[in-house]
Structure formats: structure tokens, C-alpha cells
């Protein structure tokens, strides 16, 4: 399997704030990299797919790069409704694999 | 717009089958380009892909959980099925099922998921 680790695992921010979070896969997956945000109670929402790729109606604030084994979503100004879960997935393989999920919280 | 929803009991005792149900609205199962599949999430903690299947082609499933998984689909070509034999206390997580486009594998829609409790 692929194994997928995000870091940080939790990261508190302001609104306002611009924040980034870290995926790295355990061998090279291409840009086959997914982004969820998950808020309480609620199933996960896609948020970026292959990489860097927005998935409509997400807004312009969120964007994602990477390729290879290394990985980064980027938040450019925090929003109240962004304090959530987010987790990222390999799309390499079939296997589904998911990071351990980054918790951002409210500074 | 496509939807899912899950269906099944919400409590099953140890040792027993947990089943569920996927009910696919605006769509069907036999579409072009998509697996089908659930993924877990126990209480507090992340997400745990069980497996998925192309309607007519293949099934994938989760390594650990591969000897007790069965994924199955629906003539109706509107649902799909869940079981996971042999349950225990582990296994208590919310189950979600999902569509997964076959190039990116991203996972979208995503039903609202179903809280399945194992105990006695």
C-alpha cells in the first residue's frame, strides 16, 4: 500500500490567515493527489483533485501543488467556515489511501 | 445531481455480518468512467478505504479487511451492497459509500454516511 502522511496533524490560524498543509506519499504517485475538507458531522467534501485542479464550486482561496511524493493545500485567507479536517488520498493505485488528516483549529 | 444514501442496521453484535445498503439517485451504477465503493470512519479518527468495483469489471478491496469483505451490486443498477463478516468492537464507524472517477480516483459524491455500532 501507499502510505500517505500529512503534517501537521492539527495547526490553530486566525481568520485572515494564510495556511498550508503537507502530504507525502510513500513513493512517487504522479499528481494523483485528492484534497477533502471535512467539517463535523458531515461527510467529506472534494476540494482539489489530480494535484492542483479545483473541483467546481470550491472557492478560488483553496489551491493545491505538487507532484511526485510531495504534496501542499494551500488556504489563502481563512475563512470561518474553513476551521474543518482536511484530509488528502492518493489516486495512484486502486488501493485508496488516505492521510491521517490535518485538524485546523480556531487561534 | 447524484446522490447516495446508506441503509442498514445501526447496531450489529459481535461475530455477526454487517450489511449495508447504497441507494443511488440521478444515476446509476453502470456509468462509464466510475468505481463504486465505501469507506469507514470510526469514531475520532481518519478515514479507512474498505473497497470498490466497477459495475460488469472488477472489485478491489482493502488488504486488511479483504477475508471478510464482500462488495456486490444491485440488478437494479441503483443500488449496491456492503457486508463485513465477523465484526467486533473495531469495526464501529461511521460507513460511507461514494462514486470514484476511474482516472483521478477522486471520491465524489459521498453519501451523508450511516453510524454502524457493533456491541452486544
Known amino acids: 500500500d501507499i502510505q500517505m502522511t500529512q503534517s501537521p496533524s492539527s495547526l490553530s490560524a486566525s481568520v485572515g490567515d494564510r495556511v498550508t498543509i503537507t502530504c507525502r506519499a510513500s513513493?512517487?504517485?504522479?499528481?494523483?493527489l485528492n484534497w477533502y475538507q471535512q467539517t463535523p458531522g458531515k461527510a467529506p467534501k472534494l476540494l482539489i483533485y489530480a494535484a492542483s485542479n479545483l473541483q467546481s464550486g470550491v472557492p478560488s482561496r483553496f489551491s493545491g501543488s505538487g507532484s511526485g511524493t510531495d504534496f501542499t493545500l494551500t488556504i489563502s485567507s481563512l475563512q470561518p467556515e474553513d476551521f474543518a479536517t482536511y484530509y488528502c488520498q492518493q489516486g495512484y493505485r486502486t488501493s485508496l489511501t488516505f492521510g491521517q488528516g490535518t485538524k485546523l483549529e480556531i487561534k | 445531481q447524484l446522490q447516495l444514501q446508506e441503509s442498514g442496521p445501526r447496531l450489529v453484535k459481535p461475530s455477526e455480518t454487517l450489511s449495508l445498503t447504497c441507494t443511488v439517485s440521478?444515476?446509476?451504477?453502470?456509468?462509464?468512467?466510475?468505481?463504486w465503493g465505501w469507506i469507514r470512519q470510526p469514531p475520532g479518527k481518519g478515514l479507512e478505504w474498505i473497497g470498490s468495483f466497477y459495475y460488469g469489471g472488477s472489485t478491489y478491496y482493502n488488504p486488511s479487511l479483504k477475508s471478510r469483505v464482500t462488495l456486490s451490486a444491485d440488478t437494479s443498477k441503483t443500488q449496491f451492497s456492503l457486508k463485513l463478516s465477523s465484526v467486533t468492537a473495531a469495526d464501529t464507524a461511521v460507513y460511507y459509500c461514494a462514486r470514484v472517477d476511474q482516472l483521478e480516483l477522486r471520491v465524489d459524491p459521498w453519501g451523508q454516511g450511516t453510524l454502524v455500532t457493533v456491541s452486544s
Open positions: 513513493q512517487s504517485i504522479n499528481n494523483y
Open positions: 440521478g444515476g446509476s451504477i453502470n456509468s462509464n468512467n466510475y468505481y
